[in-house]
């Protein structure tokens, strides 16, 4: 059984560009909650999606952006990138209200 | 504002020695307290609590929630290199609107040989 799965793992941009990242959900979980973890905190919610809608957000400006598809899979696009945007971004799945399983990240680094 | 702290940030300790890390929170509707270890990227997933009073246990590591405290703490006994890393408590509230987790900032524990 594949766990949660992220793609790309590491990726680098520039300062204004656009980027997308992906998300495989662990089989049989629904719900797909997206993290961003800076150097030396905690991760921090981004979003939350289950049934192909955004159920909750975090503190997060709109330049944040998500969609899940109906296989559960989700994308997190983030526009106008900042530098302070650089940071680990953790995908985790749950089966509806349970206990998160997250993926190995992406490594962002915006330049 | 829901808030989750960790301490210490920061340990150093030798195999062999066993570890208490501490959680404590503040937060509206509790409905669960989970802690992860993170070595390189992703946290993996330890423990989920619920109920006070109750210890979790898996091998060396154990764990127990205080909801008249509204604190955990994290066990580890008899240390090894390979339990070096980050741990991460996180809480889950009881709403309907979804079932983020909110962090602490993290305990660094290194064991030295």
């Known amino acids: 059984d594949a766990g949660v799965t992220q793609s790309p793992t590491h990726l680098i941009k520039t300062r204004g560009q656009q980027v997308t990242l992906r998300c495989s959900p662990k089989?049989?979980?629904?719900?797909v909650s997206w993290y961003q973890q800076a150097l030396g905190q905690g991760p921090q919610f981004i979003f939350q999606?289950?049934?192909?809608?955004?159920?909750q957000r975090g503190n997060f400006p709109d330049r944040f952006s998500g969609h899940q598809f109906p296989n559960y899979s989700s994308e997190l696009n983030v526009n106008a990138l900042l530098l302070g945007d650089s940071a680990l971004y953790l995908c985790a799945s749950s089966p509806g209200r349970g206990g998160a399983f997250f993926g190995q990240g992406t490594r962002l680094t915006v330049v | 504002e829901d808030k989750v702290v960790q301490s210490p940030l920061s340990l150093v300790v030798h195999e062999g020695d066993t570890v208490t890390l501490n959680c404590s929170y503040e937060v509206t509707n509790f409905r669960s307290l989970l802690w992860y270890k993170q070595e390189k990227k992703a946290p993996t997933f330890l423990f989920m609590l619920t109920s006070s009073g109750i210890e979790k246990k898996s091998g060396r590591l154990s764990s127990i929630l205080d909801k008249k405290e509204l604190s955990s703490i994290l066990n580890i006994t008899a240390t090894q290199t390979g339990d070096s890393a980050i741990y991460l408590c996180a809480v889950q509230m009881n709403n309907n609107a979804g079932n983020m987790l909110t962090f602490g900032g993290g305990t660094r524990l290194m064991v030295k040989p």
């Open positions: 999606y289950y049934e192909e809608e955004e159920r």
């Open positions: 089989s049989g979980h629904d719900t």
